[in-house]
């Protein structure tokens, strides 16, 4: 009986059933696009069986544009907008063509859910209504810039490196002491 048991046992691990459909078009890539517009930083998810290559976003036509490279038949992508960048009444061209993906709308987000066929390169252009909603606009400020490097050795950086040598000098001199006393 407990031969019957271990061998059902060992049984289970080893032959496992296998249902579902093919990876590779369940397989979602994540991209995360950073645009900077109006002094701001927003950041656009999507979620997809397929690669963006590029986008590009232009302010004053309130239009965001995906360049999508699949090698995939069947494709399938979700998107989310910040309302405060894009909002209001979405329309959407696919290779130039009038496309209708699903829209979810809260007060922060768009979700839009992508489904298309079509393998190679597509460009997704989506048009909003709205623009910065209810922010206004900064002036453009390079809040990166590096303060200026320093070039010359201050006396507390020459005094590091007599430090650091004398305290090199005297471990070799240690160590040849103690060398010399073992022969």
Do not use: C, H
């Amino acid at each position: 009986m407990k031969i019957l048991f271990s061998v059902s046992l060992v049984l289970l691990f080893v032959i496992l059933p296998a249902y579902g459909q093919a990876l590779s078009d369940a397989t979602g890539l994540v991209n995360r696009l950073d645009i900077q517009t109006g002094g701001y930083t927003f950041e656009i998810e999507t979620i997809s069986n397929f690669n963006i290559n590029d986008f590009d976003f232009n302010p004053d036509e309130k239009r965001l544009s995906l360049f999508i490279n699949s090698g995939l038949e069947n494709n399938l992508g979700e998107v989310l907008i910040p309302q405060t960048l894009l909002g209001g009444n979405f329309t959407f061209y696919l290779n130039e063509q009038q496309y209708f993906p699903k829209i979810n709308s809260n007060e922060k987000i768009s979700f839009i859910t992508l489904n298309f066929t079509g393998t190679g390169e597509n460009k997704l252009e989506i048009f909003g209504t709205t623009y910065l909603d209810g922010l206004e606009k900064k002036d453009e400020l390079i809040q990166n810039e590096m303060p200026p490097i320093q070039t010359k050795e201050t006396i507390s950086d020459s005094l590091s490196w007599f430090a650091l040598v004398g305290v090199l000098v005297v471990a070799a001199a240690l160590i040849a002491v103690k060398l010399k006393k073992r022969k």
